[in-house]
């Protein structure tokens, strides 16, 4: 602080020895102003949370799976239709998130079929297999083209920074492309057995 002389006056027009005072004026003071280091928190591996490992990793780790069908691209009204996918693998990934790796695993562990006729969907815990078997099926009642689609239920779990599987609650939907198949009626013919 700047201190300056101060001389009172009294009634008389004489000053009674000097007197400290401060200045009247801002200007004249210099203050310092204490400027402290700002605090800086660096993340730490329990900061990452699900919602961001899964904006990162939501096409590259929960793929939509595509429905295989069997006859393929045909079928016949009242026929077994065999479906089934066969791109049910774990999917795994890394990522970096505040500075961390982050692992992170996807299983398919539920899969729903929508026919594509107006029926109810099917929802299976296998994926199903090729002709010969008939493990999931279809019947279609009437002709026409319909679009089979696929959703695949994930179980999730991530890791970061090797601090151990964090595992995600519930399932994650994620549907697959459209099949197209069209739907075909039969009709008997009459042959004569001689011939």
Known sequence: MNAGMCKPWDMRGKVEGPNVCTPDKPDDTKTTKRVLPRLVVLPRPQDVRW???????????????????????????????????????????????????????????????????????????????????????????????????????????????GTGWQYVDGTIPVTGPTTPLQVREAVPVLVDPDR
């Open 51 to 161: 919602e961001e490992v899964r904006s990162e990793t939501k096409d590259l780790t929960f793929p939509g799976l595509s429905v295989k069908v069997q006859p393929n691209g045909r079928t016949l009204v009242n026929l077994d239709t065999i479906v089934y996918t066969d791109e049910n693998k774990v999917s795994t990934a890394t990522v970096t998130l505040l500075g961390f790796p982050v692992v992170v695993q996807a299983t398919p562990v539920s899969y729903t079929w929508n026919f594509g006729d107006g029926s109810p969907a099917l929802t299976t815990s296998t994926p199903g297999k090729p002709y010969p078997s008939k493990e999931i099926t279809h019947k279609y009642l009437k002709r026409g083209a319909v679009g089979l689609t696929l959703t695949t239920g994930y179980a999730a779990r991530f890791n970061v920074a």
